[in-house]
């Protein structure tokens, strides 16, 4: 239930802190206005689409509208740490000594997997 109420307030929060009134949050998302409202009342949720259609405009994430973390962190800094951890083993491959850890580790997993 806790969880339900911050959704509802997150919403509202994120919408204020646009300027945005209930009505053009409304026309935003095609939804009615009191749609809008019981969301923010906490009388109902949002589909999962919906909530991530909204964290795409408020440029946070679906989880800190759900009230999982409480940091809004904008997308487009979500997606360089994501894109960082991704070219991070090009990075790492390019020593010749991490190089052949990182394949000892690969074949060590492999052979445990094997195992089971």
């Known amino acids: 239930m ?4 911050m ?3 997150r919403i509202q929060y994120l919408r204020l802190e646009k300027g945005m ?3 053009e949050l409304s026309k935003v998302f095609k939804v009615s206005l009191k749609t809008i409202q019981f969301y923010e009342q906490n009388r109902t949720i949002p589909d999962i689409y ?3 259609e909204m964290a795409k405009f408020f440029n946070v994430s679906c989880d800190y509208i759900l009230g999982v973390v409480n940091t809004p962190i904008p997308l487009d800094e979500r997606e360089a740490e994501a894109k960082d951890h991704i070219y991070m083993p ?5 020593n ?3 190089r052949r ?3 000892t580790i690969v074949e060590y997993v492999k052979m445990v997997h094997e195992m089971k």
């Not at 806790?2 to 109420?5: L, N, R, S, V, Y």
């Not at 090009?90 to 390019?94: I, L, N, V």
């Open 50 to 52: 919906l909530v991530a």
């Open 2 to 5: 806790e969880d339900k109420i």
């Open 7 to 9: 959704l509802g307030e």
């Open 96 to 98: 010749k000594e991490t």
């Open 101 to 103: 850890t990182y394949k």
């Open 90 to 94: 090009k990075e790492f491959m390019k």
């Open 21 to 23: 009134t209930q009505k």
